[in-house]
T-cell receptor, first 115, second 112 residues
Framework: DGGITQSPKYLFRKEGQNVTLSCEQN?????MYWYRQDPGQGLRLIYY???????QKGDIAEGYSVSREKKESFPLTVTSAQKNPTAFYLC??????????????FGSGTQLSVL | RKEVEQDPGPFNVPEGATVAFNCTYS??????FFWYRQDCRKEPKLLMS???SGNEDGRFTAQLNRASQYISLLIRDSKLSDSATYLC?????????????FGAGTRLFVKA
C-alpha cells in the first residue's frame, strides 16, 4: 500500500542535541512538507520541497534543517538552535502545486519531547 | 485577524445530535477548501473537500460561501466515533501546496 512513513513515533532530545526525524513516501509525489503542531494551534509549515534537490523555508524554519536527496525521502533535523522543540511533527506529500483538487497526504507523526 | 478561523470548542453533544462547525478565511483568492479530521496525537485525515455547490457524504455536509468567505461542516446523527478535532483547511493556489493554511481546529465530544 502506498503511503508516508514517519519514524520514530516518539523521540526525546537532550539539551544541545540535534535529532533527525525520518519521512519516507512511496506515493511518487514530487512535493513534500514538514509541519509542526502545538496544542490548540493549527499546523505551521517548517520546510517544503517541490522537487528533488530543492527545498524552501516555510513560516518557522529557524532551528530546523532538511535535505531532499531522493524523491522518496525528506528528513528533518531539529538542531540545538531550536529552543522550544517540543511538539508533534507531521510530514506530508502532494502532487505538484497547480492540481486544483489535490490534497495533502500525511504521515502518522512524531512526538518530540525535551528531556 | 487569523487567515483561517474556526469556532472555538469544545462542542459537547449527545449521540444522535446534529452539530455544525463554521470556518472563516481572510484570503478572497482562496481556491480550494477541505475539512480534515484529526484524532488525538494522530495525523489529520481528509474528511471531505468542499465545493462551491456544496457537497454531502453520508452524514456529513459541507458548504462554501465565497461571498462571505466561510465554510461550514454539518454532522447529522452524531456517533461516538465522531469525537475528534475537525480542521478547516484553505489553499489560495488550489490543491496541496506550500500556501495551505490550517485552522486551529474545533474539538467535538460526542457522549452516550
Amino acid at each position: 500500500d502506498g503511503g508516508i512513513t514517519q519514524s520514530p513515533k516518539y523521540l526525546f532530545r537532550k539539551e544541545g542535541q540535534n535529532v533527525t526525524l525520518s519521512c519516507e513516501q512511496n506515493l511518487n509525489h514530487d512535493a513534500m512538507y514538514w509541519y509542526r503542531q502545538d496544542p490548540g494551534q493549527g499546523l505551521r509549515l517548517i520546510y517544503y520541497s517541490q522537487i528533488v534537490n530543492d527545498f524552501q523555508k516555510g513560516d518557522i524554519a529557524e532551528g530546523y534543517s532538511v535535505s531532499r536527496e531522493k524523491k522518496e525521502s525528506f528528513p528533518l533535523t531539529v538542531t540545538s538552535a531550536q529552543k522550544n522543540p517540543t511538539a508533534f511533527y507531521l510530514c506530508a506529500s502532494s502532487i505538484p502545486t497547480g492540481a486544483y483538487t489535490d490534497r495533502l497526504f500525511f504521515g502518522s507523526g512524531t512526538q518530540l519531547s525535551v528531556l | 485577524r487569523k487567515e483561517v478561523e474556526q469556532d472555538p470548542g469544545p462542542f459537547n453533544v449527545p449521540e444522535g445530535a446534529t452539530v455544525a462547525f463554521n470556518c472563516t478565511y481572510s484570503n478572497s483568492a482562496s481556491q480550494s477548501f477541505f475539512w480534515y479530521r484529526q484524532d488525538c496525537r494522530k495525523e489529520p485525515k481528509l474528511l471531505m473537500s468542499v465545493y462551491s455547490s456544496g457537497n454531502e457524504d453520508g452524514r456529513f455536509t459541507a458548504q462554501l460561501n465565497r461571498a462571505s468567505q466561510y465554510i461550514s461542516l454539518l454532522i447529522r446523527d452524531s456517533k461516538l466515533s465522531d469525537s475528534a478535532t475537525y480542521l478547516c483547511v484553505v489553499n489560495p493556489l488550489g490543491g496541496g501546496g506550500f500556501k495551505t493554511i490550517f485552522g486551529a481546529g474545533t474539538r467535538l465530544f460526542v457522549k452516550a
